[in-house]
């Protein structure tokens, strides 16, 4: 299975329509525009099915939902499912709050997702696992990465990806790890946003969904790989979060083929 898609991508240009959580809008919309796709934001209902008739993607992500804003995600929701589209939810912080909880219950009960993404301990939580979560970190839990993803995917039968020292994807059936990875990308906020919106990019454009997120991955892994390294390593969240976007944009296939280290379960 080839994980090289940033060509395709490039070339096809998907439009991808984001419910952005307030805080990372510019990552999430610059970071999408380097690689190649087509950012629209949103936060208005009246809008959505217009909205995602034009799109090829939509991605959802509940850090900052008030409930005013739960007709709007749903109304994106129905129109993605309704057109048959991909769509990402990103379940931010939903360990936190019975409130985060509850929503994104509700979206899980009533809509299907082609991936749900977020770090081990937000898909622990969505999975029914055991966990300790504290805000947006990841927390602690006796489960594996592995475990949880494949516990999330089955649950809910989509594409789970638990975000981590090392990334787990998982359809359930197979699973893959990645271990490309960088701890500056942790640094910067709104990098785990990004990477659910890259997602939803990449199914937009590759037909295999679980293949998609796997690319989406590696786009940004060994984005951040290569930022890191032109700082010498050096912890600077400022200047990388700069340098992910100039290797987001100048990243090819060849390189991620050269560098991806992937292992399928």
């Given amino acids: 299975m080839a994980y090289s898609s940033i060509q395709s991508l490039r070339q096809k240009k998907p439009v991808v329509v984001n419910y952005a959580n307030f805080v990372t809008p510019f990552l999430v919309a610059n970071g999408l525009n380097v690689i ?17 008739g034009i799109s090829q993607a939509v991605s959802l992500n509940a850090g900052a939902v008030r409930k005013e804003s739960w007709p709007l995600m749903e109304a ?12 990402v939810l990103d379940p931010v912080a939903v360990g936190a709050t019975r409130y985060r909880q509850n929503l994104n219950r509700e979206l899980l009960a009533h809509y299907s997702f082609s991936a749900i993404r977020g770090n081990i301990g937000e898909i622990a939580v969505l999975a029914g696992i055991d966990w300790a979560t504290r805000g947006i970190d990841a927390g602690e839990g006796n489960s594996s990465g592995k475990e949880v993803a494949i ?28 271990y490309n990875q960088t701890d500056l990308l942790p640094s910067v906020v709104g990098s785990g946003d990004l990477l659910s919106s890259m997602v939803a990019a990449y199914q937009g454009v590759i037909t295999d969904p679980f293949e998609a997120a796997v690319s989406a991955l590696l786009h940004l892994n060994i984005a ?10 050096q912890y600077l969240p400022g200047s990388f979060a700069y340098r992910l976007l100039d290797a987001l944009s100048t990243l090819t296939d060849e390189e991620v083929t050269a560098r991806m280290k992937v292992e399928v379960m």
Wanted: aromatic share 2%; with cysteine; net charge negative.
């Fill in 36 to 52: 190649g796709a087509s950012p629209i934001m949103s936060d208005e209902a009246a809008e959505a099915d217009d909205l995602v």
């Fill in 224 to 233: 951040g790989e290569i930022a890191s390294e032109a700082l010498d390593h």
């Fill in 76 to 87: 994106l929701a129905h129109a993605a499912n309704t057109r048959h589209l991909p769509l």
């Fill in 151 to 178: 516990s999330c995917a089955t649950r809910y039968h989509t594409i789970a990806i638990a975000s981590g020292q090392v990334d787990y994807i998982s359809d359930g059936e197979k699973t893959c790890a990645i």
